[in-house]
């Protein structure tokens, strides 16, 4: 839509991400709820913005160094539907909600939602946490959290919704490490490049042994079937179509015409800047000689009883 797009980011502070790591399912899903309530509670108030906002969230578990940092990256328009749907309720330029009442009314969500999963059995520790499966000291770390500020981070707004979309497609799909940050392998040690945000996001290169390499890379398999792009507001999944159609007649904005079907050449090179039609050695032009023929399934060579 022709509004500006925020980028909001949700962070659990250390001693919530431990929590997160022995009940991933769980707590990851309470992370999810929290911080688009946060959203919707916030904006909805007429001393903010006094709208329903929709947004995109993506789930990160990874900081520079491979280290468990589960956050959660929000693309937000920058205004939503009045609550009486009849009109279209901006933000003021430069600025979308404040993070300050974001974060206290997150942690204040987070922190229900996880006393709700401990009372109903559905957290569960071992090793170093083993001792929160004792109701009090489980309490005494909820109460530790209640009393540190959580981070909530606003960034500057993208430029324009070409921006978003290249944002989204090269973001959503991100696993932990991009292979462009690896330098080397060598004597069983991983080297790698990372930006050290205490010094400027200055670029270093760390070397870590294989195995503790594989390690970190591991922290940050979500559990299966657990969808780490979820949608909120009035871009959730059930009323996307109608709510979209209505905010951009609110805007007088056209609705786009659909892409025409894109080949995964041109969308790798799009999302890459990698040219699958280029060979990677010698620089020449590929060039399609035909489908490979598709072969049978080899034949078994021993007689199986299925009986």
């Not at 919530?16 to 009940?23: G, L």
């Not at 939602?113 to 170093?128: D, K, P, T």
């Not at 949608?231 to 609705?255: D, E, Q, S, W, Y």
Request: net charge positive.
């Amino acid at each position: 839509m022709p509004v500006p797009y925020y980028h909001v980011v949700f962070t659990l502070p250390p001693a919530a991400a431990e929590i997160a790591f022995q009940n991933k399912r769980v707590v990851y899903a309470i992370l999810f709820r929290a911080a688009a309530e946060a959203l919707r509670d916030v904006a909805a108030d007429p001393c903010h913005l006094g709208a329903e906002v929709g947004a995109v969230a993506v789930l990160h578990t990874w900081g520079q160094t491979l280290q468990h940092h589960p956050h959660l990256h929000c693309i937000v328009p920058g205004g939503g539907l009045s609550l009486d749907q009849t009109r279209w309720v901006p933000c003021r330029p430069g600025f979308f909600l404040p993070v300050r009442v974001l974060s206290r009314r997150f942690r204040t969500l987070f922190l229900a939602q996880l006393r709700a999963a401990f009372a109903a059995g559905e957290l569960h520790f071992s090793g170093a946490l083993a001792a929160l499966e004792a109701p009090a000291a489980f309490a005494e770390r909820v109460g530790s959290l209640r009393g540190i500020d959580w981070v909530v981070y606003s960034k500057r707004p993208f430029a324009g919704p070409d921006q978003v979309l290249a944002y989204l497609g090269r973001y959503t799909h991100r696993v932990a490490i991009a292979n462009s940050r690896l330098t080397a392998l060598r004597d069983g040690q991983v080297s790698f490049t990372w930006k050290d945000y205490r010094q400027k996001a200055k670029t270093k290169v760390m070397s870590l042994a294989a195995d503790e390499f594989m390690r970190r890379f591991l922290l940050h398999a979500v559990p299966d079937g657990f969808h780490r792009i979820r949608h909120v507001g009035f871009l959730a999944n059930g009323h996307r179509t109608a709510k979209l159609a209505l905010c951009r007649a609110l805007l007088g904005a056209p609705t786009p015409e659909p892409s025409p079907p894109e080949g995964y050449r041109e969308q790798h090179l799009r999302l890459t800047g990698h040219d699958l039609t280029i060979c990677p050695d010698c620089g020449g032009p590929m060039q399609e000689r035909g489908p490979l023929p598709r072969q049978p399934p080899p034949r078994p060579t021993f007689w199986c009883d299925s009986s």
